[in-house]
């Protein structure tokens, strides 16, 4: 039987696989953890509960180092004002803090001097920071960053066995995560409204930081390369709602484009084939630019921001990657309305290049016994075809 890498990559390649590849997803939010661990999660990872496949994240933080202090500037009864380890003030409620959408009060970039001290201060290599002893632990013994639903030491297993056993079996991931592209990155240091109007106003700087971006992304993984082998790499840009991007197409392409092809273009020349990048909302007319630029798979494709993987597919055919597109929305219904949604991208699965995963992180809507009912009902689908 080929390893859980080696289906991972037949899959991305488009090659028939006698067993599809599948993982739980991604995310949880904090609530749906406490509802879950109410109703009769024991926090067991969820690939080792359901016996799938992971996605191994093997990167190192792209951000700022060293990051900042987190300081309360101010808080009430509800809420808190603090700076956080971005640089970034923001006010957000006390409880229940993933169900909501923090205020950003104030970013730390508005002039191109600004971001010249802040880069030379906090986004250069400083490899001893970002590859620590602790990051360089983890990527030998085969952990991996988040604790929950991924793979961990288990009890009585050494780091070095375990070392052994996932090289050769799970797939890695290098993330660039909220530092990783050439939006998100920038709204982190200006903000949506500042980032979009300085296209206009001082595209000086807008060019300054994107230009950066692809150094250091450059730099951080030729850094990571020395310590593990990369089967995937990701961007990260959230650039997008449900009507649309936040800035145009022609725009973007502009901008953006020739950074994109530098990093894709090196990437490849480390023996990284399959380059990814997240954003949710509304991608549908960035696809060809990305593509253009030397991308090769999407994800999450949110429904609720009407993507459809079945479209996509009929559109890009092979030149597309395609991983989520299930609306997690119908698991908090469950029964009927979940399975006819699994059953919606079946075809896809046979047609290969695809995995089927949930349209971004898991809602405390999402009862666990809905949630369980959903994962044995995908892997039932995959089985039987």
């Not at 792209?62 to 380890?85: K, L, M, Q």
């Not at 290049?353 to 949930?358: D, F, N, Q, R, T």
């Amino acid at each position: 039987m080929p390893t859980s890498r080696q289906r991972f990559l037949d899959t991305l390649n488009f090659k028939p696989v006698a067993k599809p590849w599948i993982r739980w997803g991604a995310f949880l939010w904090d609530e749906t953890i406490v509802r879950w661990k109410q109703e009769g999660w024991d926090g067991t990872p969820l690939d080792d509960y359901f016996d799938l496949d992971r996605l191994v994240r093997v990167d190192p933080w792209y951000g700022p180092v060293p990051e900042f202090t987190r300081e309360v500037i101010s808080e009430d009864a509800t809420t808190v004002t603090f700076i956080n380890h971005e640089g970034i003030v923001m006010r957000e409620f006390k409880e229940n803090r993933d169900m909501s959408m923090p205020q950003f009060v104030k970013f730390p970039i508005e002039t191109l001097p600004e971001f010249e001290k802040f880069a030379a201060e906090r986004l250069a290599l400083k490899a001893d920071l970002r590859l620590s002893p602790a990051w360089r632990q983890m990527v030998a013994s085969g952990r991996v960053q988040a604790a929950v639903g991924k793979g961990e030491l288990r009890e009585g297993e050494t780091a070095a066995a375990q070392h052994a056993a996932v090289q050769d079996e799970w797939p890695r991931k290098c993330w660039a995560d909220r530092w990783g592209g050439f939006f998100g990155p920038l709204r982190n240091l200006m903000g949506v409204e500042n980032l979009c109007v300085a296209f206009y106003e001082d595209p000086a700087l807008v060019e300054r930081m994107m230009a950066e971006r692809a150094d250091r992304i450059i730099e951080i993984t030729g850094e990571v390369l020395k310590h593990t082998h990369i089967d995937t790499f990701w961007f990260w840009e959230d650039m997008a709602y449900r009507n649309g991007p936040l800035v145009g197409p022609e725009l973007f392409r502009k901008f953006a484009f020739p950074h994109y092809r530098r990093v894709c273009e090196w990437l490849r020349s480390q023996g990284i084939e399959h380059i990814g990048l997240d954003s949710d909302g509304n991608i549908t007319t960035l696809i060809p630019l990305w593509l253009d630029a030397g991308l090769t798979q999407l994800w999450p494709f949110e429904v609720q921001s009407g993507m459809d993987v079945v479209a996509v597919r009929k559109e890009y055919g092979k030149r597309l990657v395609i991983m989520g597109g299930l609306d997690k929305r119908v698991l908090a219904a469950g029964g009927e309305r979940m399975r006819k949604e699994v059953d919606r991208v079946m075809p896809l699965v046979e047609q290969g290049g695809y995995i089927p995963e949930l349209d971004h992180s898991v809602p405390p809507d999402v009862s666990w016994k809905n949630f369980c009912e959903y994962i044995n009902y995908l892997k039932l689908r995959l089985k039987r075809g």
